[in-house]
């Protein structure tokens, strides 16, 4: 009766080493890989929330979301809101006031903003250097002291008023005879007033943890899994 003979040889020690080499200089890419995924989605997320809690925000602020990325030697990733930007949003994720760009709260009264519901950038240089402008505080019939920037009437069939550049003005706040007398009344443009308390709230870090619960598993595992494909 013959001896039948199996042989089998073992190549443990050699998945060993493959794995150690893996684990040395992939997995920790990988790693990264992964985290920097999740990290881009809480940025699109916090992009979006901006947009969600805000009336037509403009450019700079939908984009005022950045990231930092992890690297294989630093698995961490930080999402993070521009200086610029996250001065004026602060108070809507820890509560406050309005952050003011100038001395006062600016508060439109009679005159264009931009598409965002904005004054334009460089209006309140242009109002001052209008002859028929003024800032100050007026006192009103009531008694109540307004300050802000104001427009005087003008009889456009007695003045003609012109720029600096020497061209007719436009936008001018007609004389009514009717009112004040004969001689008109002032037109408020821009009200200023102290900083109000803000409404509205970004939920910043509540949103940035849903979605890192949502997702960093399935991240990190679909980059194991690709780096492992790739190592094969």
């Known amino acids: 009766?013959?001896?039948?003979?199996?042989?089998?040889?073992?190549?443990?020690?050699?998945?060993?080493?493959?794995?150690?080499?893996?684990?040395?200089?992939?997995?920790?890419?990988?790693?990264?890989?992964?985290?920097?995924?999740?990290?881009?989605?809480?940025?699109?997320?916090?992009?979006?929330?901006?947009?969600?809690?805000?009336?037509?925000?403009?450019?700079?602020?939908?984009?005022?979301?950045?990231?930092?990325?992890?690297?294989?030697?630093?698995p961490a990733a930080t999402v993070f809101m521009k200086d610029v930007t996250a001065a004026y949003l602060k108070p809507y994720e820890a509560g406050g006031v309005h952050k003011l760009a100038s001395r006062a709260l600016l508060n439109p009264k009679d005159i264009k903003l931009n598409q965002y519901g904005q004054l334009a950038r460089g209006t309140l240089a242009t109002l001052r250097a209008r002859p028929d402008v003024?800032?100050?505080?007026?006192?009103?019939?009531?008694?109540?002291?307004?300050?802000?920037?104001?427009?005087?009437?003008?009889?456009?069939?007695?003045?003609?008023?012109?720029?600096?550049?020497?061209?007719r003005l436009g936008r001018l706040h007609k004389l009514d005879t009717s009112q004040n007398n004969g001689r008109g009344t002032l037109k408020l443009l821009i009200r200023f007033g102290d900083a109000l308390p803000v409404q509205k709230r970004l939920g910043w870090g509540s949103h940035a943890q849903a979605v890192v619960n949502k997702w960093i598993d399935r991240d990190l595992s679909d980059a194991l899994a690709a780096a492992l494909a790739t190592a094969r």
């Open 1 to 74: 009766m013959s001896v039948i003979k199996l042989s089998v040889r073992s190549n443990a020690k050699q998945l060993s080493r493959q794995l150690d080499a893996f684990v040395r200089k992939q997995l920790p890419y990988a790693v990264a890989q992964g985290i920097n995924r999740t990290a881009q989605r809480v940025a699109e997320a916090e992009s979006q929330n901006i947009v969600d809690t805000f009336k037509d925000p403009s450019p700079f602020t939908r984009k005022g979301v950045g990231v930092k990325k992890a690297k294989k030697g630093s």
């Open 134 to 167: 003024f800032i100050g505080t007026v006192v009103t019939s009531d008694g109540q002291r307004i300050n802000g920037v104001w427009q005087r009437p003008t009889d456009k069939k007695k003045v003609t008023l012109l720029n600096q550049k020497g061209k």
